[in-house]
T-cell receptor
Framework: GENVEQHPSTLSVQEGDSAVIKCTYS??????FPWYKQELGKRPQLIID?????GEKKDQRIAVTLNKTAKHFSLHITETQPEDSAVYFC??????????FGPGTRLSVLP | GAVVSQHPSRVICKSGTSVKIECRSL??????MFWYRQFPKKSLMLMAT?????????EQGVEKDKFLINHASLTLSTLTVTSAHPEDSSFYIC??????????FGSGTRLTVV
């Protein structure tokens, strides 16, 4: 089955700097890759996603890149702000199957 | 868009009692519902997959007699934690397929067993 790895497990950046979180997946059939942000005590919230027919997607300060050949995808957050501090989860999915989540990255944006 | 209503959002129960969590699709038919569990400071892990009208498929290590899943209709799936114990305290969340390549998550249920 699918296996998703995520790095780093913790990340601290200065406010205004960029943050990058990387995930790798094992099943080449997976075709949907969402990223979730989870604040303390709250449910995961979808922040951006990418499908396998696209290499990059951007939404304001957030972008995701996908390398299907290498089977990895990354979340990029630019101009980080304190409210970006949270735990971020990547996931891989093939429609009709369940999501497989990465172990999460705790991002701290230092003022 | 497609919405899954999950209730309750929080529940505190005594050890040994049972708790039922409901996920209801409001404006679409959820043929398949996935149930996930999240331990504190951990990632979400799939517990089981339920298909309307058939028995749920449980992941390895998940006790089917303890976590009863019912998916009797296309709009309702339930997870019942039977004889709950403190180690069952967790965040439970459901996810349903909405249409081609579409998904939605419930709002989650935080269960605390005391």
């Amino acid at each position: 089955g699918e296996n998703v790895e995520q790095h780093p497990s913790t990340l601290s950046v200065q406010e205004g700097d960029s943050a990058v979180i990387k995930c790798t997946y094992s099943d080449s059939a997976s075709n949907y890759f969402p990223w979730y942000k989870q604040e303390l005590g709250k449910r995961p919230q979808l922040i951006i996603d990418i499908r396998s027919n696209v290499g990059e997607k951007k939404d304001q300060r957030i972008a995701v890149t996908l390398n299907k050949t290498a089977k990895h995808f990354s979340l990029h957050i630019t101009e980080t702000q304190p409210e970006d501090s949270a735990v971020y989860f990547c996931a891989a999915n093939l429609y009709g199957q369940n999501f497989v989540f990465g172990p999460g990255t705790r991002l701290s944006v230092l003022p | 868009g497609a919405v899954v209503s999950q209730h309750p959002s929080r529940v505190i129960c005594k050890s040994g009692t049972s708790v039922k969590i409901e996920c209801r699709s409001l404006d679409f038919q959820a043929t398949t519902m996935f149930w996930y569990r999240q331990f504190p400071k951990k990632s979400l892990m799939l517990m089981a997959t339920s298909n309307e009208g058939s028995k749920a498929t449980y992941e390895q290590g998940v006790e089917k007699d303890k976590f009863l899943i019912n998916h009797a209709s296309l709009t309702l799936s339930t997870l019942t934690v039977t004889s709950a114990h403190p180690e069952d305290s967790s965040f439970y969340i459901c996810s349903a397929e909405t249409d081609l390549n579409g998904y939605t998550f419930g709002s989650g249920t935080r269960l605390t067993v005391v």
